[in-house]
């Protein structure tokens, strides 16, 4: 099930990335919406009530904590505009332990997880290679329903 999933959230964030060199927060919300409706309609995954939109430099990193509970299946995604051409993203546990990661050469980057116990959780998103002006992206937090 996890590689199907990944197989959907992976072509939902290729297909629906935020067009455009002069991409808003605007936009990036716009697209997050349609990511979250994909996904939603073609998996047993939800979305959080909410998603972060920022704007990244390159090279910068920027954390995302998230509390997550032992047991649950999530996946934690992110995607940028068309400057944005390589983000890594990786989960961290509370205490710094490295617990996955994407590093493909992507717009996006999403990781799978089912903690053992809960926590707080970091999930940080890495500008690695785009345009000098930055990037807007999205994060969204996936749960199984």
């Known amino acids: ?10 072509f939902a964030l290729t297909t629906l990335a935020i067009p455009g060199a002069y991409a808003s927060r605007a936009d990036a919300i716009a697209i997050g919406r349609q990511v979250i409706s994909e996904v939603q309609r ?8 909410t998603f972060h939109t920022d ?3 390159l090279g910068q990193t920027i954390s995302y904590s998230t509390f997550l509970y032992g047991g649950g299946h999530y996946i934690l995604a992110t995607g940028g505009d068309d400057n944005a051409r390589d983000l890594d ?12 990661n994407d590093l493909r050469y992507t717009q996006g980057g999403l990781v799978e997880v089912t903690p ?9 998103v890495k500008l690695a290679n785009g345009s000098r002006r930055g990037a807007w992206i999205y994060i969204i937090h996936f749960y199984q329903c």
């Not at 099930?1 to 992976?10: E, Q, R």
């Not at 961290?92 to 617990?99: A, L, S, W």
Request: glycine share 10%; aromatic share 16%; proline share 0%.
């Open 1 to 10: 099930m996890k590689k199907m999933i990944g197989a959907v959230l992976g």
């Open 42 to 49: 073609s998996s047993a995954f939800c979305a959080r009530d």
């Open 55 to 57: 704007h990244i430099e």
């Open 89 to 100: 993203v990786a989960l961290y546990d509370e205490n710094g332990r490295f617990i996955d």
């Open 116 to 124: 053992r116990w809960d926590g707080t959780f970091y999930f940080k």
